[in-house]
């Protein structure tokens, strides 16, 4: 029987980057069961506080429980809630409580630092020349994070459009592979490897 894990994302994060991350396990896992991701996509950011708790509660509890639940939230949320991941990761655990089939996650410092390793790809798409950001995607901060690089780059790029999220960061990512970028990002490594881990799997 397959691994049902819940992961609760942001709206526009469970259409781009879900996808890839079932097909980055589908390569990992070789001739072992594919566990079900359930996608839950919030309006905005997900749950705080009580509302985690009990959210995480549900999924875990029902005719289709999980047999885990993963929260995927931004570091950077247009608040100043979560100082960096590790204190976000901390105060999601903290809010759920001691529930061993619960597993909090961060992106450093939004999910396009996710996207920056595949820097060529972006140039290709955005009509760029622009140089990386930076050679270590996660270190992008609060002041100027991910987002917004990726924001100037289609702006300033020979298309001169907006960066869109559900279509520019979904064709960014077709046909990648993600342990190339969790090369770079930890927090990505380390969310895969939880995936990785509920599976059976070894790590990357």
Known sequence: ????IAIIVE?????????????FLQTQLGGQAMPKLDAVPCHGRIPT???????VSLLLSGKFAADAVVALTDVYTGTSEFRDAGDAKNK?????GKEPRFYAHAAQHDFEAWLLPFW???????????PKASPHPEQVNHGHPPAYHLKEVFRMGNGGRSYVKTRDAARILREQNLAMAAKECPELKAFLNTLLGLCGAKPI
């Open 49 to 55: 506080h009580d509302g985690l708790r009990k959210k």
């Open 120 to 130: 060529s790809d972006i140039q290709r798409l955005a009509g760029s020349t622009a």
């Open 92 to 96: 999601m655990r903290n809010w759920v």
């Open 11 to 23: 709206g526009a994060t469970e259409k781009v980057f879900i996808p890839t991350v079932r097909r």
């Open 1 to 4: 029987m397959s691994t049902r």
